[in-house]
């Protein structure tokens, strides 16, 4: 079964080949992503990794507290993000202020 998990504690060291080394042993990685800065491009100590596996809880288990330069990985399932809201034009505004008629 392909699953996708979310994988943080990373060090800063860590890039997409580590990360796929780490899972390759407990079986087929499809993808493996190292998550970085939008401006600095240094790595935001998480990622996440799509695999094969016929067992995750058993996956997870063998994953989440594996320790790399000192630092024990917290591994979980990934959720799904549910669609983007777009912020303009109408409709639900998040929050950005209240009602203009007020004193």
């Given at each position: 079964m392909q699953v996708k998990l979310f994988v943080g504690n990373l060090p800063w060291s860590v890039g997409d080949a580590e990360l796929t080394q780490i899972f390759a042993t407990h079986g087929e990685v499809q993808s493996a992503r190292v998550i970085s800065d939008r401006d600095t491009g240094r790595s935001r100590g998480f990622g996440f990794?799509?695999?094969?596996?016929?067992?995750?809880?058993?996956?997870?288990?063998?994953?989440?507290?594996?320790?790399?330069?000192?630092?024990?990985?917290?591994?979980?399932?990934?959720?799904?993000?549910?669609?983007?809201r777009s912020s303009g034009g109408g409709g639900d505004r998040g929050g950005f202020g209240g009602r203009r008629d007020r004193y």
């Open positions: 990794v799509e695999m094969e596996t016929a067992d995750v809880s058993a996956l997870i288990r063998a994953t989440d507290g594996y320790e790399i330069d000192g630092r024990n990985l917290r591994v979980n399932q990934a959720e799904d993000k549910g669609p983007r």
